[in-house]
C-alpha cells in the first residue's frame, strides 16, 4: 500500500492522506439538520469543508431515514445571467441525485422533466421533484454560495425562501445549509449597492445560525504528525506547529492570508482598511502638522516635494514616543502611511502591498493621473544591491520608470547627520531615489 502524505490542495481521501475525522470539523451540524434548520457553514480554504461535507452526505444517505445531497456552485463564478444559472444550478442538482447510490431507481424521468415556471423558478422546481422523486426527508448542501452575485444569488435565495415558506403546501427539502468561504449573508450590503431594500420577504431571512469551521489549532496539527510519525517513524519537534490565537483569528476571518511566507490582506479592500486604521491617529496628527500640500500639479505629484518635506517631518517628529495600535515596530511604516494619505487627500489614493513577515511594504500613490511607486526599507531589512534590484522588479511591474526608497534607520545613536541622505540608484534602466530617514 502506498504511504500517506500530507494534503493541502483539495479533498483528503482516507486511504491516501493523513487527515482528522471529517465530522468532527462540524460539531452541531447533526442537530442542525434533525431540526429542520436552514443554516450557513462558512471556512476559509483548506480547512477540511469538502470531506466533512461529504462525510455527512454519506453518514446520513448510509442510515437511511434522509437524502442528503451534497451541491458544488463553484462552477457559476461570476455569471451574471439568472436563468443561465438558474438552469445550471437545476442540472447540477439532477446529476448529482441520480449519481448518488441512495437515489432510488425509477425518479430519474421525474427529476428530468422540463422546469413549470420557467427558468425563474428552475431551482424551487428541481428542489421539489427531488423531494417527490426519494419520498423521504431531504437535506441539501449547496457548497461554494458565495460564487453566485448580484441578481443570480438573490434569485437563488429567493427560490429557496418561497419553497421554505411554502413546504406545508408542497414539499422540499427539511434542511438547507449554504457552504462558503464567508457568511452569504454577509452580501446582503453589496447586492444593492444603491441602498434599495430586499424588502421584508428578504431571501435572507430564512436562515436560522450559522457554523464556523476554524483554522486548525496546534493541537490538530499534533495529531496529523503523529499518523506521519506512527507511520514513518519520523518525530516533528514540538514548537514545530505554534501558532497564536490572533493570528489564526484574522485567518480565520478571512482577512489576512499567507503568500509565500508572508501574512498579507486578504484583498485589495482590506489593505486599504487595514492600513486607514492603523494610522488614523496619526492621520489626525497630519492635518495639524501638515496644514498645507503644495505639491499637487495639474498632471499629479511633485514627488520630490512631498518625500523630502517627510525627511523633515521625521527628524522632527521621530522622537516622539509613538506605539500605534500596539505595533511599535511599524511606527515608520504607517507614519509614511499617513503623511502620503494628507498628501493625497482628496485628488488621489494609495495602493498598498502590505506583506508581514517580510518586512515589505510597497506603495503605489495615484494623483491625478500621475503614479508613483514607493518602497518602503528599514535599516533591518535594507539590502542594498538586492533592495534595489527587488524595486526595480516592482517598477516593472508597475510599468514605472522611477520610484522611491525611503530607508529608515532604526538606530537611537546615530547622529541625524548621518541618517538623513537622498541619493539615486539606476538598475535595469530603473531610477530609483534612496531616501535616507
Known amino acids: 500500500m502506498a504511504m500517506k502524505k500530507f494534503n493541502t490542495t483539495g479533498p483528503c481521501f482516507p486511504d491516501e492522506h493523513y487527515m482528522l475525522p471529517p465530522l468532527d470539523r462540524l460539531p452541531g451540524v447533526r442537530e442542525f439538520v434533525t431540526g429542520g434548520n436552514y443554516f450557513v457553514i462558512h471556512a476559509p480554504r483548506q480547512t477540511g469543508k469538502t470531506i466533512a461535507l461529504q462525510a455527512l452526505v454519506g453518514e446520513i444517505n448510509g442510515k437511511g431515514g434522509m437524502f442528503a445531497l451534497y451541491c458544488t456552485l463553484e462552477s457559476l463564478q461570476d455569471e451574471r445571467d439568472v436563468d443561465k444559472a438558474n438552469a445550471a444550478i437545476r442540472g447540477l442538482i ?13 425518479g430519474e424521468s421525474a427529476l428530468a422533466a422540463p422546469s413549470i415556471g420557467g427558468p425563474r423558478l428552475a431551482v424551487r422546481t428541481a428542489l421539489r421533484r427531488l423531494c417527490a422523486a426519494v419520498g423521504r426527508p431531504v437535506v441539501v448542501f449547496f457548497d461554494a454560495v458565495d460564487c453566485l452575485v448580484g441578481e443570480v444569488l438573490i434569485s437563488f435565495l429567493r427560490q429557496v425562501r418561497d419553497g421554505y415558506v411554502n413546504r406545508k403546501m408542497a414539499s422540499f427539502p427539511k434542511s438547507i445549509a449554504l457552504v462558503g468561504m464567508v457568511d452569504v449573508r454577509n ?3 453589496q447586492i444593492r449597492p444603491d441602498g434599495q431594500s430586499l424588502g421584508q420577504a428578504s431571501p435572507f431571512n430564512i436562515i436560522s445560525d450559522d457554523l464556523l469551521i476554524p483554522n486548525f489549532k496546534e493541537e490538530d496539527v499534533g495529531v496529523l504528525y ?35 511566507g508572508a501574512l498579507v490582506p486578504s484583498n485589495p479592500m482590506y489593505a486599504e482598511i487595514i492600513g486607514r486604521y492603523l494610522s488614523r491617529n496619526e492621520q489626525e496628527r497630519m492635518i495639524r502638522k501638515v496644514p498645507e500640500t503644495p505639491w499637487a500639479k495639474d498632471d ?22 509613538r506605539d500605534i495600535m500596539g505595533y511599535r515596530e511599524a511606527v515608520p511604516h504607517l507614519v509614511l502611511m499617513a503623511f502620503l494619505q494628507r498628501v493625497t487627500n482628496g485628488g488621489g489614493r ?25 518602497e518602503v526599507k528599514t535599516s533591518e531589512n535594507f539590502e542594498g544591491e538586492k533592495s534595489y534590484a527587488q524595486c526595480a522588479k516592482y517598477l516593472d511591474v508597475l510599468g514605472l520608470a522611477e520610484g522611491w526608497m525611503p530607508v529608515f534607520d532604526k538606530s537611537t545613536t546615530k547622529p541625524w547627520e548621518d541618517k538623513i541622505y537622498s541619493r539615486d540608484e539606476t538598475v535595469d534602466g530603473k531610477s530609483i531615489h534612496v531616501i535616507g530617514l
Open 187 to 189: 452580501y446582503k450590503a
Open 226 to 260: 503523529g499518523q506521519h510519525t506512527a507511520e514513518t517513524g519520523q518525530r516533528f519537534e514540538d514548537n514545530v506547529s505554534v501558532n497564536d490565537d490572533d493570528y489564526r483569528y484574522v485567518v480565520d476571518l478571512g482577512l489576512l492570508r499567507v503568500d509565500r
Open 350 to 374: 494609495i495602493n498598498r502591498e502590505m506583506a508581514l513577515w517580510s518586512g515589505r511594504l510597497d506603495l503605489c500613490v495615484e494623483f491625478r493621473g500621475g503614479r508613483y511607486a514607493i
Open 300 to 321: 499629479g505629484l511633485d514627488m520630490p516635494g512631498p518625500m523630502a518635506a517627510f525627511q523633515q517631518f521625521w527628524r522632527e517628529n521621530a522622537g516622539a514616543d
Open 94 to 106: 439532477v446529476d448529482n441525485a441520480v449519481s448518488s447510490a441512495a437515489f432510488p431507481s425509477g
